[in-house]
């Protein structure tokens, strides 16, 4: 692990902590909130490392935390978004998505077309990923309700 992955990881948890913060979640909650957003900017680190895509790390990433927040909600008795928004602050493009706007602003196209598509891949793998982990969920809980 590089130095530049040790910082990208402590400032992940710190946006979390900001973000659960500001979501007014409870203290005794933050912590689990926070570990959420450890998994979510590891395992994106760990995806990117192996396939440089955006999309598919940002995909695999949401659905980790998606059932991380289910599976804590079910335990916590919460609702899972308490657990899901701020643990994927990590995963969000705003980076891309100020250099897309700075673009944009400034009428420099390739930097419209670079950051545009960085932006549009990471906000649809995140959709992408907790609509998969949100499926199976709720498809594998209705077949063990189900009797025939």
């Keep these: 692990m590089t130095q530049s992955e040790i910082v990208q990881i402590i ?9 659960g ?11 689990v909130v926070t570990f959420g957003g450890f998994i ?8 990117y490392h192996y396939t440089y895509n955006i999309f598919i790390c940002n995909m695999i990433s949401a659905i980790v935390v998606s059932i991380y ?6 335990i916590l008795k919460a609702p899972s ?4 928004l ?5 995963l969000l493009p705003g980076g891309a998505l100020y250099y897309t706007m700075s673009g944009i602003v400034q009428g420099n196209i390739g930097m419209i077309g670079e950051y545009g598509l960085q932006t ?18 709720y498809r594998s809980k209705n077949n063990r309700t189900t009797s025939y």
Excluded: D, H, N, Q
């Design 11 to 19: 400032s992940a948890i710190i946006g979390t902590i900001g973000f």
């Design 40 to 47: 979510a900017w590891v395992v994106y680190l760990l995806c």
């Design 21 to 31: 913060l500001y979501f007014r979640v409870k203290k005794k909650r933050l912590l």
């Design 86 to 90: 701020p643990s994927l602050v990590p």
């Design 120 to 137: 549009i891949k990471t906000t649809f793998g995140i959709a992408f990923g907790v609509l998969v982990s949100t499926v199976f969920i």
């Design 69 to 74: 927040s289910e599976v804590i909600a079910r």
């Design 81 to 84: 978004t308490v657990f899901m």
